[in-house]
């Protein structure tokens, strides 16, 4: 299955009605079993499995030049930093996506917006990113709701290299699974290919897996840095 897996997206479908950059990004990962997570995905959708086994992503970045439904970055609104659990989704179609468990976010205004329009779960926290050289840290308070969860991410950025084929699996994924007004629905989204580098992770303390009920089971995978990739999202469609 990793062998065949696309590293490269199918062509995206008009229109266009976002644009963004996402920078400064680290990945780091836990096995879970899939059976304990299935109970999150919406209908027509389900865990994507390799080997028997799924995975959750704690994802920390900041978000840099949004647009959406104009061609230039919206001011202000348009920079903000993030942190996103997500799990890994695949439908009948056979499309690879994930499913947001929450989006921390630091702009307010983005919440109710991306929750009425793709019913994505956005939340909104106070958030702060530092660079030491090669250390970067992410930290994260949430404000709303269930106010008071925490997150601090640590790494060392270390040097680029090539991704296995299962970390080519967890961040080559073309589109996103949600669920609203009663319907799951597929997002779309494009990328050029993820420049990686390693990641020595010094401090994950965070909340936010355990608060989306999501279990892991196992010690995380090495984590990944990217100083970023410009992405695209299309139209979206309903799954099934």
């Not at 400064?24 to 299935?38: G, S």
């Not at 329009?117 to 840290?137: K, N, V």
């Not at 909340?207 to 100083?227: C, E, Q």
């Amino acid at each position: 299955m990793l062998a065949d897996y696309p590293v490269t997206p199918p062509p995206l479908p008009s229109p266009v009605f976002s644009a963004q950059r996402w920078a400064e990004l680290t990945f780091v990962h836990w096995p879970v079993d899939p059976a304990a997570v299935a109970h999150f995905f919406p209908p027509g959708t389900r865990p994507d499995v390799v080997d028997g086994v799924t995975y959750v992503g704690l994802i920390p970045f900041s978000m840099r030049d949004l647009a959406v439904a104009v061609p230039r970055p919206i001011p202000y609104f348009g920079y903000f930093l993030e942190t996103n659990v997500r799990l890994y989704s695949t439908d009948d179609s056979g499309r690879h996506g994930v499913l947001f468990s929450s989006l921390e976010t630091e702009r307010l205004a983005v919440v109710p917006a991306a929750r009425i329009s793709l019913g994505t779960p956005y939340t909104w926290a106070r958030m702060r990113m530092s660079r030491a050289g090669d250390r970067i840290t992410y930290d994260s308070v949430r404000r709303l709701p269930r106010r008071g969860l925490r997150s601090r991410i640590v790494v060392d950025v270390g040097g680029r290299i090539e991704p296995t084929p299962l970390e080519v699996w967890l961040t080559a994924r073309w589109g996103a699974h949600t669920r609203k007004a009663g319907r799951t629905w597929w997002v779309p989204n494009e990328h050029e290919e993820w420049p990686l580098h390693t990641a020595e992770i010094v401090d994950v303390t965070s909340d936010l897996v355990a608060a989306a009920g999501v279990v892991t089971a196992g010690a995380p995978l090495r984590g990944l840095y990217s100083p970023g990739v410009s992405a695209r999202f299309g139209r979206p469609s309903v799954v099934g």
